[in-house]
């Protein structure tokens, strides 16, 4: 009996132990499964509120940019209306400006551009030409004076100067980095300036400055024509970074670093785009040389409105110089003609100069002078002199050198009827006024194997060479000696055939094919009553 109660009572206990373990089993899958609930109800009220809070910040930028669209519009309508007060010149007449900061520097653009005024106003007697310059140290009769004396060029009609007082915005100086991008945000402040104090027919931009186009033409409702030197950026610039070479513009630090070049070299292309945009925005085209042409249009790609006008050349006054024989020289004597900008490459002058020497004979070695005549437009220039000097004395040649800064045209006349030699030695040169001028006065040139002394001007006159290109010191030293040693027979049939083959950079050649690209500007009806 006792044993029949013991079994009873553990009977009842395991199975009460049973279901206690099932309870509780039971429980902790409810407990789990209410738990996934609530986190799958709060999973889906997160997602449900990141969906709104999305969907809000969609709609704010839109609103965003939709008021920022209506904003634009608005000033541009206001600026639109603004512009219709500002100054214009007088009705019955075609109103031209010329932009050209720098017109008072006496370089080859400057040529360029008063040969382009005389040009205009000699065909059209209804058209009044103004200049836009940052030169306001000088008066415009100096400025017309300068013109003058350093090119021969007389203007018919007055022309009227508006001055600029914010030029320091496109000075390199200002910005050691991102230069390229920063000076040309500047042209377009600097290009604002000259919009508010005067608003054009037709703007004329000379000097490259191609982000100040969509200004004039869409903002200032102008005919946008421009003569373009040099290319702001070039595919030969990709290439020089791509390659990581060293160039005044490619520092050394970038080029040594694979990062750094690659950073740069998607800033050129970045930069490329936009100035192409730029570009794009000019109705009529004109470029100075071959190379040019090539560069401009793969970026603009505007063939059809782009023409090559090579640069005017003061060929016949050059070509009027008696030439004095050699052997009546007392000095070999190489020319080199150039602003001293960096770009020029003065210090490779120096180099081949050096070159030179060493593998000439004593006798002829202590004949031997290089004059550098050139202009000197800012403390910039006048310290890259100084660091030429110093060169010299580093490579031993300071007592070979003359050094003539900003002389006067009679002078640099003189210097290349007495002269042998020309040398030029920038790389890619765009055009080279210079080049043709020496050859024109009698020297024998000697120009970088690149750009337009090598596309255009450097070219075989009937069979007769007309000069010779180089790409480094060895190699301009080497030109160089053979040149002295050569016979006077040799150098002759050079210089006559030199002398022959530049009448197609004349001035009179010039003028006709200026008037012919822009007669469609200028011969228009549509003048403003």
């Known amino acids: 009996m006792e044993t029949s109660d013991l079994e009873g009572r553990k009977l009842q206990y395991f199975s009460s132990r049973g279901e206690t373990n099932d309870t509780k089993m039971v429980n902790a899958v409810t407990s789990f499964i209410d738990s996934l609930m609530e986190l799958l109800s709060l999973t889906s009220q997160m997602m449900s509120l990141g969906v709104r809070v999305w969907s809000l910040g969609i709609t704010l930028i839109l609103q965003l940019l939709v008021l920022l669209v209506a904003l634009l519009c608005i000033c541009w309508g206001l600026l639109k209306c603004c512009l219709y007060t500002l100054r214009r010149g007088e009705p019955g007449y075609l109103h031209v400006a010329f932009f050209h900061p720098y017109c008072n520097a006496g370089g080859g653009g400057e040529r360029v551009l008063w040969c382009a005024i005389r040009s205009i106003q000699r065909k059209y007697q209804h058209v009044k030409c103004y200049v836009y310059t940052g030169d306001t140290d000088v008066t415009p009769q100096e400025i017309l004076q300068k013109a003058q004396q350093r090119f021969g060029v007389i203007l018919p009609r007055p022309v009227e100067f508006i001055f600029l007082q914010s030029r320091m915005v496109v000075e390199a100086r200002h910005y050691p980095f991102l230069t390229l991008l920063m000076q040309s945000v500047g042209s377009m402040m600097l290009g604002g300036e000259a919009l508010l104090k005067f608003r054009p027919d037709v703007y004329f931009d000379t000097m490259g400055y191609a982000f100040t186009y969509p200004l004039f033409r869409y903002v200032g409702g102008c005919v946008v024509a421009s003569y373009t030197h040099y290319p702001t950026i070039s595919t030969d610039m990709f290439g020089q970074v791509a390659n990581r070479v060293e160039a005044h513009n490619n520092r050394g630090f970038i080029a040594r670093n694979t990062v750094f070049s690659a950073m740069k070299l998607g800033y050129y292309h970045l930069f490329a785009l936009m100035y192409a945009l730029g570009g794009r925005c000019a109705h009529l085209v004109m470029v100075n040389s071959t190379w040019t042409h090539g560069h401009i249009t793969a970026l603009w790609g505007q063939a059809h409105h782009t023409h090559i006008i090579?640069?005017?050349?003061?060929?016949?006054?050059?070509?009027?110089?008696?030439?004095?024989?050699?052997?009546?020289?007392?000095?070999?004597?190489?020319?080199?003609?150039?602003?001293?900008?960096?770009?020029?490459?003065?210090?490779?002058?120096?180099?081949?100069?050096?070159?030179?020497?060493?593998?000439?004979?004593?006798?002829?070695?202590?004949?031997?002078?290089?004059?550098?005549?050139?202009?000197?437009?800012?403390?910039?220039?006048?310290?890259?002199?100084?660091?030429?000097?110093?060169?010299?004395?580093?490579?031993?040649?300071?007592?070979?050198?003359?050094?003539?800064?900003?002389?006067?045209?009679?002078?640099?006349?003189?210097?290349?009827?007495?002269?042998?030699?020309?040398?030029?030695?920038?790389?890619?040169?765009?055009?080279?006024?210079?080049?043709?001028?020496?050859?024109?006065?009698?020297?024998?040139?000697?120009?970088?194997?690149?750009?337009?002394?090598?596309?255009?001007?450097?070219?075989?006159?009937?069979?007769?060479?007309?000069?010779?290109?180089?790409?480094?010191?060895?190699?301009?030293?080497?030109?160089?000696?053979?040149?002295?040693?050569?016979?006077?027979?040799?150098?002759?049939?050079?210089?006559?055939?030199?002398?022959?083959?530049?009448?197609?950079?004349?001035?009179?050649?010039?003028?006709?094919?200026?008037?012919?690209?822009?007669?469609?500007?200028?011969?228009?009806?549509?003048?403003?009553?």
């Open 310 to 529: 090579y640069p005017p050349c003061d060929t016949e006054q050059f070509k009027s110089l008696s030439l004095i024989p050699d052997a009546s020289k007392k000095l070999k004597t190489i020319v080199s003609i150039g602003q001293f900008r960096p770009e020029k490459n003065h210090p490779l002058q120096l180099q081949s100069l050096q070159k030179l020497c060493e593998i000439l004979d004593p006798a002829d070695r202590e004949k031997v002078r290089l004059v550098l005549i050139g202009g000197c437009r800012n403390n910039e220039d006048q310290q890259r002199v100084e660091d030429l000097k110093t060169l010299a004395l580093d490579l031993g040649v300071a007592d070979k050198i003359v050094w003539k800064l900003n002389a006067p045209f009679s002078e640099l006349l003189e210097t290349v009827q007495t002269g042998t030699i020309g040398l030029h030695t920038m790389w890619n040169e765009h055009f080279g006024i210079c080049v043709v001028e020496c050859m024109a006065g009698g020297l024998i040139m000697v120009a970088h194997d690149s750009g337009g002394p090598k596309m255009d001007i450097l070219m075989d006159y009937e069979g007769q060479k007309t000069g010779y290109t180089a790409s480094d010191a060895e190699m301009y030293g080497q030109v160089m000696k053979d040149i002295l040693e050569a016979s006077d027979a040799e150098r002759e049939a050079v210089r006559t055939a030199a002398r022959s083959s530049v009448d197609r950079f004349s001035d009179e050649q010039f003028e006709t094919s200026f008037i012919s690209a822009s007669e469609f500007i200028f011969s228009s009806t549509d003048v403003r009553q």
